[in-house]
């Protein structure tokens, strides 16, 4: 058996699961496509390209078209026949069009199998459909659509939330400081876990202030943002609000419940 050749071919064969998956972890999910063992790849690629394979294999002969087997199966063994090229290179532009027709339809497929998914809250009721970023369902506040979540909004939903407030417990050279603030973003390490949090309209106070009688205990700090490294972070409370209009037309922010 030729390796290279072998390879090559199993690559091909590997690929529409490698582009499924690829349209598959995309935007808040995408870190997840890089983070993963070798054979947590290798069976997260392989199941899909099979299903596709299969699906491609019986739905091109619709369209007048035949995958003949004993090529590839000739291709495989340690002699190959001449024809066998020659029936390939005859055939080449219907290769052409075969693979590029599958990996779009592997890409699609991917993209609005997240899509679906992700519309009907599937990866919030079943934790086998969850992708592993927790840090989005917490900064989302969609971990209080999970079945076993701690906290059950009664009244609202998270889709309700407008903003989140953040305390974050900071150790500096100066000590140990509080800062507070609205959240604007983050950024993942490449170990899926919180590498940056960004607030904005953030103030400060140092904790020990807690326990003085200074008038004023915070400082606000001038600026748009605020990025925090989390490996400085001893912990983060998360308050989620969301914005209600007083019968005098005034905007006021209510937790939600």
Same mark, same amino acid.
């Given at each position: 058996?030729?390796?290279?050749?072998?390879?090559?071919?199993?690559?091909?064969?590997?690929?529409?699961?490698?582009?499924?998956?690829?349209?598959?972890?995309?935007?808040?999910?995408?870190?997840?496509?890089?983070?993963?063992?070798?054979?947590?790849?290798?069976?997260?690629?392989?199941?899909p390209s099979l299903i596709i394979q299969i699906i491609w294999f019986f739905l091109v002969q619709l369209f %007048? &078209?035949?995958?003949?087997?004993? /090529?590839?199966? !000739?291709? $495989?063994?340690?002699?190959?026949?001449?024809?066998? #090229?020659? @029936?390939?290179?005859?055939?080449?532009?219907?290769?052409?069009?075969?693979?590029?027709?599958?990996?779009?339809?592997?890409?699609?497929? %991917? &993209?609005?199998?997240?899509?679906? /998914?992700?519309? !009907?809250? $599937?990866?919030?009721?079943?934790?086998?459909?969850? #992708?592993? @970023?927790?840090?989005?369902?917490?900064?989302?506040?969609?971990?209080?659509?999970?079945?076993?979540?701690?906290?059950?909004?009664?009244?609202?939903?998270?889709?309700?939330?407008?903003?989140?407030?953040?305390?974050?417990?900071?150790?500096?050279?100066?000590?140990?400081?509080?800062?507070?603030?609205?959240?604007?973003?983050?950024?993942?390490?490449?170990?899926?876990?919180?590498?940056?949090?960004?607030?904005?309209?953030?103030?400060?106070?140092?904790?020990?202030?807690?326990?003085?009688?200074?008038?004023?205990?915070?400082?606000?700090?001038?600026?748009?943002?605020?990025?925090?490294?989390?490996?400085?972070?001893?912990?983060?409370?998360?308050?989620?609000?969301?914005?209600?209009?007083?019968?005098?037309?005034?905007?006021?922010?209510?937790?939600?419940?």
């Amino acid at each position: 058996m030729n390796v290279a050749l072998s390879t090559f071919l199993l690559f091909i064969f590997l690929l529409p699961g490698i582009v499924f998956r690829r349209f598959y972890y995309t935007e808040q999910f995408s870190k997840e496509y890089f983070k993963q063992t070798f054979w947590e790849v290798f069976l997260s690629t392989l199941i899909p390209s099979l299903i596709i394979q299969i699906i491609w294999f019986f739905l091109v002969q619709l369209f %007048g &078209y035949k995958v003949d087997l004993l /090529i590839i199966g !000739n291709l $495989l063994s340690e002699n190959p026949q001449p024809s066998t #090229f020659e @029936n390939l290179q005859n055939n080449s532009l219907e290769i052409l069009v075969y693979h590029l027709t599958i990996f779009t339809f592997s890409s699609l497929t %991917g &993209y609005y199998l997240k899509y679906f /998914i992700r519309n !009907n809250k $599937l990866d919030r009721k079943y934790k086998l459909l969850r #992708f592993k @970023n927790n840090w989005h369902y917490i900064l989302s506040g969609e971990f209080f659509d999970f079945p076993k979540s701690s906290y059950d909004l009664t009244k609202d939903k998270p889709e309700k939330i407008d903003y989140i407030f953040i305390d974050a417990l900071v150790q500096t050279k100066e000590g140990t400081i509080i800062y507070e603030g609205i959240f604007f973003g983050y950024e993942l390490s490449d170990k899926l876990g919180l590498d940056t949090i960004t607030l904005r309209e953030v103030r400060r106070r140092k904790l020990q202030d807690d326990y003085s009688n200074k008038k004023s205990k915070y400082y606000h700090i001038p600026g748009h943002i605020l990025v925090l490294k989390y490996s400085e972070i001893i912990n983060l409370n998360f308050s989620y609000y969301k914005l209600d209009i007083t019968q005098d037309n005034k905007v006021v922010p209510v937790l939600i419940e």
